[in-house]
């Protein structure tokens, strides 16, 4: 018999994208503020780990159609490109920089190449995290 | 590159050939391209007699010149000496095998690849100035001499004595290098002829003996001297020309010229005389006593080889005695060394003709057991012939050369006594005494090889072939070698002038001045003198000797078998064998717990031997912070929670422990204001324990007691020290500040040059973010690794 469990996926649905944005939010404060591309990796995963939580892979493997295994990929992408980026402006390899940049709509920005790097943290870490949860889940 | 480096690597470049020329030219007995070339470098080489009575020779290419290691080739009289006994038996022994290994039924391409590999070695060894050079070529001969050796690799003895003789020459080998790496220290080259210019300054360093003991190690396991001879009667199992060649003209003689070149740096010592002669005499005595017992014609021959590669070895030992003396002239002890030259072509000639003589009685009658033969006389008159010579100057009977030279040996043995240095003056009575008894059992040795074969009844029902006369190309080259031993007998100044004079003034060279001629004279009759008493009792008592053998021939069964040299050779490999794979088994046992004890015991000992040597410990409360109440608690926290870790009965709890720690340290970090550090290990001890979870509930259902972690005194104890030695060692650095942190540079400059607030985050993608890269690679690899563990299972898709 199948157990109803309308109570936690009801739940689930608003909670997840609390903490969704919690993550996001911790991610994008990283640079002045506690957080940073991998507590903010870790709590995107634990977002989806309560989804496959109140709901079973398919589910989530059918709402969320990502391979994990590519936004490892990605993510190191990401960490390695911006280091050879400061190769267009002759630096050293990683050499970050940042500035006041003003955008239409947005208005003025503090922005940061250490961010990109960051993203690569992120989704290596999101990658990370879910390959090996939903490999382990997936095994008998 | 000069026209003598060619000649020494002709053998090695030709050997690139012989597998073409014997698969093409299949008619022709790859054997004679061989002979043609050792005859080629041998008509090469008696050009430079004439040039090295007056000058020495020296080309140099450079090879490794930044380490001082350049092919310097070398001729005086001692080498060219050394280079004509190659090459010449080389082109006697190659003409010899065309006879004997047959062109259908033998590999002889890889024979001959092998053989020319040792020339080109052999020559190489006696042709270069430079010692490592020298140990190049010198391992080459080794390993060729076990590649013939093990030729018929088919056959269990072949292998067994060819491993033997790798073992025993590489072992000598390899102390010699150690010997020239001592000399090389003590003078900064590695060129004999510089070695021996500065041998007055090196006699007191203190690595000078050492470097004596190990070049001698070499040479003595190469010329097989006692106790080192035992791999010479197993190179039996070559075949016959490789017998001949390596094991009675050249290859045993490496080190009989190893000692004789490098004698101008050590043979003013007492210690080198000892070893030498001392080592020698004993070696004659000893392998002429055990040639009698063989009954084998080869090992007959091989324990005759290692007695006479001892009467040279002990004629060079009584040469050194010579340096002892300036004046030239009345030098007795320099008429040893003279000897010792003189008895190794000799011994070259008729030792090569006897083991071609024994080969061809091997071929002729399928067997060599002196047993099983005799009465060979009228069937094989040449060969029998030949085999009289050869044995009769092996004895030292007139008129052959081995009378002279044992004459002279006796000679020196007998001088020996007049010696008042070394404290001879007490010992040096042993030395004609023993090398008279060692003299009578070669005699002796010598009539049973000769009688025993030829004469007495013929059985032919015991011989597995009809026997007859070989054919005249495998008679040719022992007849050639038995004609020199004639020719030498009767006409020995021959050679004195030629060739014995510059290879004495090589051996030693301090004594004689530029321009100074050391003229010896072989007298063929030298008047009634002691030694000629003594040969005479040679040849009176080794008769009687040999008459009698069946009588006394008992008392070689009485010695017992467990105290051979061969016994203590095998049981010693069996037991290195047996207690390494002991050892071995002992501390390798499998089990990762033992492994963590020997790390982790290596690991306490060397830090508190170098803490205990440093006097590194100290212990001060200054600069420590105040610790206050929530410290404790939490302190108090940690510490139950890991004890319940150790003590508890159940995995579950253990593991809710584990994260009750986990948490606690979150906890010091909010405490001690990390947030960063709290985030991120809150979130990761909540994955970590569901992981161990996942882990407990998957555990085998089979075996799974609940039960404590058992209590092992060692655990307990390895545990202590590791944690009372790190605590130390934190104490003491804590203690030991030498400099500021560096923390104040990022706490100035994280908003100013990286634009963020976050100092933790900002040195982690910003001033250290090469580590983080490396770090998210980490996590990227666990997790692919964990995929490919659990996707990946080969062995179950076998099943299916």
Request: aromatic share 14%; charged share 10%.
């Amino acid at each position: 018999m199948k157990t109803n469990d309308i109570i936690l996926q009801t739940v689930t649905k608003i909670v997840s994208f609390i903490i969704l944005m919690f993550a996001l939010h911790i991610f994008f404060a990283g640079h002045n503020n506690p957080g940073g591309g991998f507590v903010g990796g870790l709590l995107t995963s634990g977002a989806i780990v309560l989804l496959l939580l109140a709901y079973d892979i398919k589910t989530v493997a059918n709402s969320l159609p990502i391979d994990f295994k590519i936004t490892v990929a990605v993510g190191l992408l990401f960490a390695v490109g911006t280091g050879l980026g400061s190769f267009l402006f002759d630096v050293p390899f990683l050499t970050h920089a940042f500035g006041e940049l003003t955008i239409p709509i947005l208005g003025e920005l503090h922005l940061n190449t250490a961010v990109l790097f960051d993203i690569g943290v992120y989704l290596a870490v999101v990658g990370s995290t879910m390959t090996i949860i939903q490999t382990i889940g997936e095994g008998e | 590159m000069s026209l003598l480096h060619i000649a020494i690597f002709a053998p090695l470049l030709f050997a690139i050939f012989i597998p073409f020329l014997f698969k093409r030219l299949r008619l022709i007995h790859t054997g004679w391209f061989v002979f043609g070339l050792s005859i080629i470098l041998f008509i090469y080489f008696l050009q430079f007699l004439s040039d090295i009575r007056d000058y020495e020779i020296q080309e140099t290419i450079d090879w490794i010149p930044s380490l001082g290691i350049n092919f310097t080739a070398y001729v005086d009289g001692l080498s060219l000496l050394f280079a004509l006994l190659i090459t010449g038996i080389g082109s006697l022994v190659a003409l010899y095998s065309i006879y004997y290994l047959s062109k259908e039924k033998e590999d002889l391409g890889s024979f001959y690849v092998y053989l020319l590999m040792f020339m080109g070695a052999m020559l190489g060894v006696v042709l270069s100035d430079n010692l490592i050079v020298l140990y190049t070529f010198w391992e080459l001969t080794s390993f060729s001499s076990f590649l013939l050796i093990g030729y018929w690799y088919h056959k269990e003895r072949s292998r067994y004595g060819a491993q033997k003789s790798m073992l025993i020459t590489v072992f000598g080998g390899l102390a010699m290098l150690g010997g020239f790496l001592l000399l090389y220290l003590m003078t900064g080259t590695f060129s004999i002829r510089e070695i021996v210019s500065m041998t007055s300054d090196i006699t007191a360093d203190p690595f000078f003996i050492p470097a004596l003991v190990l070049v001698l190690l070499g040479a003595f396991t190469k010329s097989a001297q006692f106790p080192f001879h035992i791999w010479l009667p197993d190179a039996m199992e070559a075949p016959t020309p490789v017998s001949a060649y390596l094991h009675s003209a050249t290859m045993v003689k490496a080190g009989i010229y190893l000692v004789a070149r490098l004698s101008p740096i050590f043979a003013a010592q007492g210690t080198w005389f000892w070893l030498v002669a001392g080592f020698g005499i004993f070696t004659l005595t000893w392998a002429s006593f055990n040639a009698v017992k063989q009954t084998d014609l080869k090992a007959i021959l091989a324990y005759s080889t290692v007695s006479q590669l001892g009467l040279i070895m002990s004629l060079l030992g009584v040469g050194a005695a010579a340096l002892h003396y300036s004046f030239l002239d009345d030098n007795l002890y320099m008429a040893a060394t003279f000897a010792a030259v003189f008895h190794l072509i000799n011994h070259a000639t008729f030792k090569g003709s006897l083991f071609m003589v024994v080969g061809i009685v091997d071929h002729e009658t399928g067997t060599r057991d002196i047993r099983k033969l005799g009465g060979l006389m009228q069937i094989m008159p040449i060969t029998f012939t030949i085999a009289l010579i050869g044995t009769f100057s092996m004895a030292g009977l007139p008129p052959f050369n081995g009378f002279l030279s044992k004459e002279m040996f006796l000679a020196a043995m007998v001088n020996v006594i007049s010696l008042d240095i070394f404290n001879m003056e007490t010992w040096g009575v042993l030395f004609p005494v023993i090398a008279w008894i060692g003299s009578v059992f070669t005699f002796v040795y010598s009539m049973l090889l000769l009688f025993k074969t030829f004469t007495g009844d013929f059985k032919p029902e015991k011989l597995e072939k009809k026997p007859h006369e070989a054919p005249f190309g495998m008679l040719l080259p022992p007849i050639i070698l038995g004609a020199l031993v004639v020719v030498f007998g009767f006409f020995p100044n021959i050679l004195s002038a030629s060739i014995i004079e510059p290879a004495a003034k090589a051996i030693a060279p301090v004594l004689i001045d530029a321009g100074q001629e050391y003229n010896s004279h072989i007298s063929f009759w030298h008047g009634f003198t002691p030694e000629l008493y003594m040969t005479i009792g040679i040849i009176i008592f080794g008769a009687f000797l040999y008459v009698t053998l069946p009588t006394w021939g008992k008392i070689y069964r009485r010695f017992p078998e467990k105290l051979s040299i061969n016994y203590f050779y095998d049981q010693g490999l069996i037991r290195a064998e047996s207690g390494s794979r002991g050892l071995t088994n002992s501390y390798m046992n499998g089990s990762i717990r033992t492994y963590m004890i020997y790390i982790l015991i290596s690991f306490v000992g060397i830090l508190t031997f170098s803490i205990i040597r440093k006097d590194a410990f100290s212990f001060t409360t200054e600069g420590l912070a105040p610790i206050g109440l929530y410290e404790v608690v939490l302190g108090i926290i940690i510490f139950g929670a890991s004890i319940t870790i150790l003590v508890a009965k159940s995995r579950l709890t253990s593991i809710i422990a584990l994260g009750a720690v986990g948490y606690t340290v979150a906890l010091f970090f909010v405490l001690f204001r990390a947030p960063d550090l709290v985030l991120t290990q809150l979130v990761i001890e909540t994955i970590s324990v569901a992981l161990f979870l996942l882990a407990f509930y998957h555990l085998p259902k089979i075996n799974r007691k609940e039960e404590r972690i058992g209590f092992k005194l060692t655990n307990a104890l390895v545990a202590a020290g590791v944690g009372v030695i790190v605590t130390i060692i934190a104490f003491s650095a804590l203690s030991n500040r030498l400099f500021e942190s560096i923390s104040q540079y990022y706490v100035e400059n994280t908003a100013e040059k990286a634009g963020g607030f976050n100092m933790v985050n900002v040195i982690l993608v910003d001033f250290r973010g090469f580590d983080t890269m490396f770090e998210i690679a980490v996590l990227g690899i666990a997790a692919l690794g964990i995929y490919g563990m659990i996707k990946l299972r080969l062995s179950r898709r076998e099943d299916l």
